[in-house]
T-cell receptor, first 116, second 119 residues
Framework: EPEVTQTPSHQVTQMGQEVILRCVPISNHLYFYWYRQILGQKVEFLVSFYNNEISEKSEIFDDQFSVERPDGSNFTLKIRSTKLEDSAMYFC??????????????FGEGSRLTVL | AQKVTQAQTEISVVEKEDVTLDCVYETRDTTYYLFWYKQPPSGELVFLIRRNSFDEQNEISGRYSWNFQKSTSSFNFTITASQVVDSAVYFCALSESFPGYSSASKIIFGSGTRLSIRP
């Protein structure tokens, strides 16, 4: 069964360093998302992406964040200068956009980011 | 603005008991979509169900059932004869546009209910 894959599963970084989280969405999907979950808290929307541009972004998604689909398969989230409060689980998701689909977002297993 | 409230932060029941997880939502739209996701201890998010705002029919899937009541803006989830494997965090979620259809709109999650099933 096709799935969304994310790498790395866990990354530890020093405050101020740049981090890139990678996602490979399901191959025929058109819509891509990043969410984050601070430990024990709710799952928060960061950004949605369609047709090579950002569809919507939350207040969390400030200038330190960027997304890219560099090669038609990967979908990346970059944090330019990490802060302690960026420590969280980051989930990538994709959706096919077909008329008859269930509206389901297919989530990856997450990338845990720890900022020291 | 969209909002999803799951007032129960934690529930603990003994195996084989029935348990209901509450979800109340707020939206200005007349067309919206409601979801339940399960997050087991392994951390991934597992889709359970989607409901359209124009379809208030309740749904049953095995031991799971969902009660959608537009009049009270609620979308409650009941697990019948609970099992230890049901232990997880359950998230209710809302989207005001069909996600992945006309635009890449967002799903907003509630804060989750941690369900523990004791043997």
């Amino acid at each position: 069964e096709p799935e969304v894959t994310q790498t790395p599963s866990h990354q530890v970084t020093q405050m101020g360093q740049e981090v890139i989280l990678r996602c490979v969405p399901i191959s025929n999907h058109l819509y891509f998302y990043w969410y984050r979950q601070i430990l024990g808290q709710k799952v928060e929307f960061l950004v949605s992406f369609y047709n090579n541009e950002i569809s919507e972004k939350s207040e969390i998604f400030d200038d330190q964040f960027s997304v890219e689909r560099p090669d038609g398969s990967n979908f990346t989230l970059k944090i330019r200068s990490t802060k302690l409060e960026d420590s969280a689980m980051y989930f990538c998701a994709s959706s096919s956009g077909r008329t008859l689909n269930t509206g389901e977002l297919f989530f990856g297993e997450g990338s845990r980011l720890t900022v020291l | 603005a969209q909002k999803v409230t799951q007032a129960q932060t934690e529930i603990s029941v003994v195996e084989k008991e029935d348990v209901t997880l509450d979800c109340v939502y707020e939206t200005r739209d007349t067309t919206y979509y409601l979801f339940w996701y399960k997050q087991p201890p392994s951390g991934e998010l597992v889709f359970l169900i989607r409901r359209n705002s124009f379809d208030e029919q309740n749904e049953i899937s095995g031991r799971y059932s969902w009660n959608f009541q537009k009049s009270t803006s609620s979308f409650n989830f009941t697990i019948t004869a609970s099992q230890v494997v049901d232990s997880a965090v359950y998230f209710c979620a809302l989207s005001e546009s069909f996600p992945g259809y006309s635009s890449a709109s967002k799903i907003i999650f509630g804060s989750g209910t941690r369900l523990s099933i004791r043997p």
